[in-house]
């Protein structure tokens, strides 16, 4: 591989750094391309630009695969949990047994939410959709911890760390109790942190609720699944929040809402509505295929489809595996099911799809096993924010560390060129 790449404008010749990753990743690296060339770069979607240098995830979309630190998804999903994967995610390496039990302990110092956060929270009307909520909620949280954090300070990092993962996942529970009128659970600090997260959601003051291991772990495990995915949509925003030295619950909110859009991960709730609209239209799965080919109609199959992988994403593959065991467990015979094989087996042998590597995604399972883990559809996507959330917290700190500068992108001005006032009566 050369060491830079030649570029020629207007007849001058210009070299640029080729900067080659860990894993091979060859860029080009033209921070000085504008002050050399007078030019920039146009890049829609930012489909072939680095945003940054991360260690955290290697990602390979034409292979699929996809390593949190190094360790792969396949490893980690098999032998790990959430809280280690966390811990691994943000510290870069995998806890000894002492520091991962400090890191829960850490954690359970912030657990309690400031009982005026309820207050907002009952400002909301019950139908207002839980992300929206949830978004609210994380921003209101810098109301209540106005410290800034010192990102100098190895212990301040620590604690907002903790403090992050504390708080935002009782009140990511909160937006679904306000749903069903529940009154609001508070953490027990004596239990782990995926059992909290199904305490808090589900145990009712008038009856005993018993964990059910099976659902445990494939909850445990569709965390593992979310937990990091290098500079996807609301990852970038969080650190695009963060470049501004916004705090990390306000870089967060924002990330919360860029989660939101069904493009991104309100593609799991999106999936489950296609599946109901189907069926509630007679089941056929051919019809929605044809639909989502057609160039004239707007829909698209939903769950299918990825910016980087350009295979099988290998989460789906986990996910599917589990999704068979869980339902098979639970006994779970939905129709809803039968038809979400019937289009995986159908977009699969597509030539439409084939042709355009349009695989199922991770959203496209996740959907599945949260509605038969009786997880309501509206809550899917803020599932999706809490397993994301160890890696949104692992980019803003890494970001802060590394001391980026703030991101501020250019564009191609197309707009109308210099032209003098008009008075009202001459337009
Ligand atoms: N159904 C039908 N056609 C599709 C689909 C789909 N789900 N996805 C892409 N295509 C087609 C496009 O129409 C386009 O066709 P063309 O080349 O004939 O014009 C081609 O495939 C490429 O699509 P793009 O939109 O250019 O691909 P891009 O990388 O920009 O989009 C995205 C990726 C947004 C995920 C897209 O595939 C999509 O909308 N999928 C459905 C939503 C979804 O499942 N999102 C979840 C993503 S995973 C996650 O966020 C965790």
């Known amino acids: 591989m050369s060491k830079t790449a030649i570029l020629e404008l207007d007849g001058k010749r210009y070299e640029f750094p080729i900067f080659v990753g860990s894993e091979n990743e060859v ?24 945003s940054c240098k991360s ?25 790990s949990n959430f809280l280690e994967v966390s811990y691994l995610v943000i510290f870069g390496e995998l806890p000894t047994a002492k520091q991962l039990k400090d890191f829960e302990t ?24 839980p992300m929206g909520v949830l978004s609210s909620l994380t921003s209101a949280l810098t109301a209540f911890n106005p410290k800034v954090v010192n990102v100098e300070s190895e212990k301040d990092m620590y604690d ?27 953490y027990d600090n004596t239990k782990g942190y995926v059992d909290n997260f ?3 959601m589900f145990e009712l003051p008038t009856e005993p609720y018993e964990i059910d291991p099976v659902i445990k772990n494939a909850i445990d495990k569709l965390f593992i699944l979310h937990a990091e995915h290098e500079q996807n949509c609301s990852t970038s925003t969080v650190r695009m929040v963060g470049s501004s030295h916004a705090g990390l619950f306000a870089s967060i909110s924002a990330g919360v809402s860029a989660l939101w859009g069904p493009l991104h991960g309100g593609a799991n709730q999106a999936v489950l509505e296609m599946l109901e609209e189907i069926q509630n239209d007679g089941g056929d799965a051919e019809k929605y295929l044809d639909k989502a080919k057609d160039k004239n109609d707007p ?57 355009r590597s349009l695989y199922p995604n991770v ?28 890696g949104w917290i692992a980019q803003w700190k890494e970001m802060r560390v590394n001391k980026e500068p703030i991101a501020r992108p250019r564009q191609v001005y197309v707009g109308e060129t210099l032209r003098s006032y008009k008075k009202m009566d001459d337009r």
């Open 27 to 50: 860029a080009i690296d033209v921070e000085k391309l504008r002050a050399l060339t007078g030019a920039i770069t146009l890049d829609p979607g930012f489909k072939n630009s680095g």
């Open 363 to 390: 959203d496209f399972y996740s959907g599945i096993i949260y509605r038969a883990l009786g997880i309501p559809t509206e809550m899917f996507t803020v599932m999706f924010a809490i397993g994301r959330l160890p």
């Open 106 to 129: 850490d954690i359970r110092k912030y657990t309690l939410v400031n009982e005026e956060m309820k207050g907002i929270l009952d400002g909301f009307p019950k139908h207002a959709h």
């Open 299 to 355: 829909f698209r199959l939903m769950g299918f489809g990825h910016r980087v992988y350009k295979n099988f994403d290998p989460r789906a593959r986990i996910i599917k595996k589990a999704a068979d065991e869980v339902l098979a467990k639970l006994g779970v015979d939905d129709p809803i099911l039968a038809i979400a094989k019937k289009l995986e087996e159908r977009a699969l042998e597509d030539e439409y799809f084939k042709s």
């Open 198 to 200: 199904m305490r808090l």
């Open 55 to 79: 260690e955290i995830t290697y990602l390979d979309g034409e292979e699929g695969i996809l390593r949190y630190r190094g360790y792969s998804i396949e490893d980690l999903s098999a032998n």
């Open 160 to 186: 907002a760390v903790c403090k992050t993962m504390g708080k935002f996942l009782v009140i990511a529970t909160w937006t679904y109790r306000k749903t069903k009128g529940y009154p609001l659970n508070y």
